[in-house]
């Protein structure tokens, strides 16, 4: 039963640290690509040359 419990403890901490380290592989992706898209949103506001009309 004690073995279990360890097994299951082992388990968790590694799929915790694959998982940290997964999220810390990415978030670089995910911000650059937040910031590129609010610069392109910021440039498309400014420069007016939306042309689609409203309906």
Do not use: C, N, Q, R
């Not at 978030?27 to 506001?45: D, M, N």
Request: aromatic share 8%; no cysteine; hydrophobic share 65%.
């Amino acid at each position: 039963m004690v073995l279990k419990v360890i097994g299951i403890v082992v388990v968790a901490v590694i799929a915790f640290w694959i998982l940290g380290a997964l999220i810390e592989a990415l978030l670089p992706i995910l911000v650059i690509g937040a910031i590129g898209t609010g610069v392109y949103l910021l440039y498309k506001a400014v420069s007016g040359s939306d042309k689609t009309p409203i309906s």
